[in-house]
């Protein structure tokens, strides 16, 4: 698998925890339960989300030297 299927999936991995943890909070809120896991969770989805997204520019970043190196 390349670097670029592994960063999408990961970003796509990543934004469904987010809306699963953002759907979790609005409930529990409304029914006056802890959301401190929920708000965690988001947290936490969203630095998975920038990390894949550091990997998808990292290798862009590696392809274009390669290119470069070749030409």
């Known amino acids: 698998m390349s670097l670029l299927a592994t960063s999408l999936s990961g970003v796509t991995a990543a934004s469904a925890r987010f809306d699963r943890a953002s759907t979790s909070l609005v409930a529990n809120a409304s029914r006056g339960n802890d959301i401190l896991s929920d708000l965690v969770e988001q947290i936490d989805s969203r630095n998975a989300f920038q990390a894949s997204i550091n990997v998808a520019r990292a290798a862009d ?6 290119l470069d190196i070749k030409a």
Do not use: F
């Open 61 to 66: 970043d590696m392809m274009g030297r390669v």
